[in-house]
């Protein structure tokens, strides 16, 4: 009996840890975070003012192909949209142990020669990518405010061309943003990120 329930016990504890490592679903409440800015100060979501409707988190690094690729349209998102409330805050979620191209004083060269309009910040203990259940750069969880907290509205890729930005079809990211701003839900409100591995020397990535 006794030995039932112990593998009854560990096989809970197995399910509870899978399901913690799967992240956020869309209709999710996302936690606040405290991370390090590009210009040293802490950036948390609790810290947004007022006029802030939501959010757009991406994370995001320094050498990935993919995320170099959607960086233009990056700033261009936030340039569109942080006047409408929803800024752009990005998140570098990178071992720079196992990529240095992502370490925190490439972020703040990488920032300034793109001249990033929004927060760079990052995830040094990489706790914030695996409670958002980040898999990808780039990888995009809209958030939209309700109450004193923010929700989840949208989670995937930015479009459906990362190669040719003058090629893109489906906006996926910015008409998710539009559809919220218009009092909708998102459709779809899910798509599936493309890009490198998050680099986590815990889970060999």
């Not at 958030?143 to 929700?151: C, I, N, Q, W, Y």
């Not at 218009?182 to 459709?187: T, V």
């Amino acid at each position: 009996m006794k030995k039932i329930l112990t593998t009854g016990l560990f096989l809970t504890l197995a399910i509870l840890g899978l399901n913690a490592q799967d992240g956020y679903k869309v209709g999710d409440k996302a936690d606040d975070f405290k991370l390090k800015n590009i210009d040293g100060k802490m950036v948390s979501l609790s810290e947004f003012d007022k006029a802030t409707k939501g959010a757009i988190l991406i994370f995001t690094c320094n050498h990935c192909p993919y995320a170099i690729a959607y960086e233009d349209r990056i700033i261009d998102l936030d340039k569109k949209f942080s006047k409408k409330g929803y800024p752009v805050i990005a998140i570098n979620p990178n071992d720079p142990e196992i990529q240095p191209k992502d370490s925190y004083e490439n972020m703040i060269v990488r920032a300034k020669e793109k001249g990033f309009t929004f927060p760079y910040l990052f995830d040094e203990t990489q706790e914030v990518y695996k409670m958002y259940g980040a898999k990808r750069t780039p990888h995009v969880y809209l958030l939209s405010k309700e109450g004193k907290g923010f929700v989840v509205s949208y989670i995937g890729t930015i479009d459906d061309n990362y190669k040719d930005a003058s090629a893109v079809e489906k906006t996926y990211l910015a008409d998710a943003v539009m559809a919220v701003l218009d009092g909708k839900k998102p459709d779809p409100n899910f798509t599936k990120a493309i890009g490198c591995t998050i680099k986590d020397k815990e889970y060999k990535k």
